[in-house]
């Protein structure tokens, strides 16, 4: 069965720094392209990033609101994708799910809630 | 970036068909993508590359794309697709997946 289990989120003031990590199982992770989107309390859903195979390069794209705050990295000898968040802001806090990246962003976590807060 | 437009609602009685569009400026040139989420789950892809279905999807989920406006068709509505849709493509433009603004689907 395709899992996908996110961890990592939490409270966490604003300015600083919080490590997301996405968990796969089920299929070939090294594979597949992988993708974050978040969705804060009561909005819709907003692409964050997304991180290209290790065959395919396995090169990042952000979002402009996250672009040279977020890294999206991974570990394909774990099946563990990451999201390191820095400089965190208000307008953060949201419910992050990952994602496989293949025919559209097909297989989704349940995700982990981010709260920046003072 | 594209802004993807979609109604903020759309209400249907059991068994009629729902309609939601999403438009910006020739999407009919992109490969458009929905998404449903009911509350409180995670989203699930239901259409993808305009037209195509995902294993498990009903025949009911249908989609169309051409011009300015992409559009998912949900035939013979139930009480099971009360959720929200988003529709969602890659802008080449920018190197960025944008979503659409959702439209809340309520079966009456």
């Known amino acids: 069965e395709v899992q996908l289990a996110e961890s990592g989120g939490g409270l966490v003031k604003p300015g600083g720094s919080l490590r997301l990590s996405c968990a796969v199982s089920g299929f070939p992770f090294n594979n597949v392209w992988m993708s974050w989107v978040r969705q804060a309390p009561g909005k819709g859903l907003e692409w964050v990033g997304r991180?290209?195979?290790?065959?395919?390069?396995?090169?990042?794209d952000y979002a402009a609101p996250v672009k040279g705050r977020f890294t999206i990295s991974r570990d394909d000898s774990k099946n563990t994708l990451y999201l390191q968040m820095n400089s965190l802001k208000t307008e953060d806090t949201a419910l992050y799910y990952c994602?496989?990246?293949?025919?559209?962003?097909?297989?989704w976590g349940q995700g982990t809630m981010v709260t920046v807060s003072s | 970036s594209s802004v993807l437009t979609q109604p903020p609602s759309v209400s249907v009685a059991p068994g009629q068909t729902a309609r939601i569009s999403c438009g910006v400026n020739?999407?009919?040139?992109?490969?458009v993508h929905w998404y449903q989420q009911k509350p409180g789950q995670a989203p699930v892809l239901v259409v993808y590359d305009d037209t195509d279905r995902p294993s498990g999807i009903p025949e009911r989920f249908s989609g169309s794309n051409s011009g300015n406006t992409a559009t998912l068709t949900i035939s013979r509505v139930e009480a099971g697709d009360e959720a929200d849709y988003y529709c969602?493509?890659?802008?080449?433009?920018?190197?960025?997946?944008?979503f659409g603004t959702g439209t809340k689907v309520t079966v009456l």
């Open positions: 969602q493509l890659w802008d080449s433009s920018s190197d960025q997946y944008v």
């Open positions: 020739n999407i009919g040139s992109e490969s």
């Open positions: 991180i290209k195979s290790k065959t395919d390069g396995g090169t990042t």
């Open positions: 994602t496989t990246v293949s025919l559209a962003f097909d297989i």
